[in-house]
């Protein structure tokens, strides 16, 4: 079972930037897919972003675009999300996940972190 935790959350100003890591427990197979999911009070989890393990481009949520960034550094099994131009609609508890499929829909993926909280003020 892949053990998941993210960090890097915290409170910034709109406008600001904030980078997200998730480390993962053991090294992603290589059909594992890595996703970044938010959640925000009231509201159900949305998609914010995907990549594959090995190679492949990046998948956004088109209210992301341009303005977040998904990476991954393979030797140390990390997956990060660089979020600038943030916008106070960004907040939300973002959460990392690991699958098999190349979609969107979180009941795709199997394993998931705790979440970490991003408040951006307006």
């Known amino acids: 079972q892949v053990r998941l935790v993210e960090s890097g959350g915290g409170s910034v100003q709109a406008g600001g930037s904030l980078r997200l890591s998730c480390a993962a427990s053991e090294r992603p197979t290589s059909k594992t897919v890595l996703a970044w999911f938010r959640q925000a009070p009231g509201r159900e989890r949305e998609f914010v972003a995907l990549i594959r393990w090995h190679g492949g481009s990046a998948f956004y949520a088109d209210s992301v675009k341009g303005r977040f960034t998904v990476s991954r550094n393979n030797p140390e099994n990390m997956l990060y999300l660089q979020m600038s131009s943030l916008k106070a609609e960004d907040t939300a508890v973002y959460y990392c996940?690991?699958?098999?499929?190349?979609?969107?829909?979180?009941?795709?993926?199997?394993?998931w972190g705790q979440g970490t909280q991003v408040t951006v003020a307006s």
């Open positions: 996940a690991v699958g098999s499929q190349y979609e969107s829909n979180p009941r795709a993926y199997d394993y």
